[in-house]
């Protein structure tokens, strides 16, 4: 058979050649040991958060390393193609904070080594598939699919294993004279690697995440172009990443099954592998039993949900830190404000089995997270959410940056810094009170509290109150109105001898907290007093007390 003959046959357009595209992506200039990698998304949907977690693996690796991190839009398969969906991804991965160093950008490309979007790199497929053929290692398989669901009836009838392989593969040694008919006939073909695997040996591999792996090798002649001349993902994944000079493949292990494919397919390309990493997926639970996340049924696998609930972004990448390394949470308590960008990230500590997704850890981390911040970061964040998910409270919040600052300041810094919200959203409930438009108060007090307790204690307050004093004078304050109403100025007494008091100071300062704040649990009372103004504390007194001895 004439290779070359039949190549020119079949790409009459192609004039390339694939050494022209070899110096056209030379091997990166990059310092011993950088890595580079990818994120590859198909731009069928939203952001799931398996992508998020992929995209992290691959931003540490490249980044810890020196090395790139790019992106590239699987987007060969238009009927599945949803648009925007890229520019989603683009936003979604801009919003956490993964800094792409190349790669596809809104309405085009940035980097040496693009096209990075897979629908403008046909000629670029065509042209190794066109020498694949040219060197007999590829074939036109004119198959129509009556004629492949077929084969598959026999096989099933005959016991043997589905696919295009050997004597089942029909096209694999047609003659010349018979392609060259069908091509006048117009029939339409894809594009077939020739196998040169035996699947009753085996390969072995080393995975930098599963570990050593072994498989049975590739014996079938699997589709490198589609019958449109696009390729499957198989052949745009070799191709691509040598093309681009990806060093390590971080993709989900649905990938594992075709990894023997894309081994004989590096290998009859002559391209040298890159590192594979294959990823668990992330589960959950469901009624007691572990699943993956399903992209149908949970709205967690979206990762726009995180967004739109108020997940502080980077609350939800240490999480997902926490599920791929084994060891970030100790890190992180030993280094409580370093930058998660200093945890040394690493393959070695990630699991081979998938992690559970955890909501309620993943709120205690958010909640960590927010605490560490200082006041100005946390205005920055929640007003950027509010602007786009509560327009109605930003309004508010943002009318007066200094003092939503002001009250986000409460308890903030120091060893141990307050956490009391873990999301954006929950900020309205936590601090709408110091806003008039906002306060709407039940005054609920404790059950045991007496109205008329209640009643002089307020009455007596506004008076003692004096701007100037020191959280202690004003704690001191409290204790003289305790004993004045007959109630403990002092807890321990109070404990030792409860039958002597209608109650302790702290009673005085719930009192005060509820006429205030309208809630229970608050930030510190004192704090509230000093941001609200003396002004604003006594009407807010005048008012509950005018309330309650209705
Ligand atoms: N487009 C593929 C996917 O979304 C990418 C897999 C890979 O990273 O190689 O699953």
Known sequence: MDYLK????????????ADYYEEKYPPRNLPEGARVTRIAPSPTGYLHI???YGAVTDERTAHLSNGVFYLRIEDTDSKREVSGAADLFITMFEKYGLEFDEGAVRNGDSGDYGPYRQSERTEIYQTFAKKLVSEGKAYPCFCTDEEIEQIRKEQEAAGENPGYYGKWAVWRDAKLEKIEQALAENKPFVIRLRSQGDATKRIKITDAIKGDLEFPKNNQDFIILKSDGTPPYHFAHAIDDHLMRTTHVVRGEEWLATLPWHIELFSALGFKRPVYCHTANIMKLDNGSKRKISKRKDPEADVAMFLSEGYPQDGLIEYVLTLLNSNFEEWRRMNPTADKNEFPFSFKKMGVSGPLFDFEKLYDICKDVVSRMDAETVYENASEWMKEYDPEFYAIFTKDPEYAKSILSIGRGGNKPRKDFGLWKEIKDYMGFFYGELFAPQYVFPDNFDKNDIISVLEKYPSVYDENDDQQQWFKKLKTIASS??????????????????GHVGDIAMMIRVAITGKQVSPDTYAVIRILGSDEMKRRIEKCRAEIAK
């Open 50 to 52: 398996g992508a998020l």
């Open 485 to 502: 109403v007959g109630f403990a100025a002092d807890t321990k007494e109070y404990k030792k001898n409860p039958g002597a008091y209608k």
């Open 6 to 17: 039949l190549a020119e046959l079949l790409f009459p357009h192609i004039d390339k050649t």
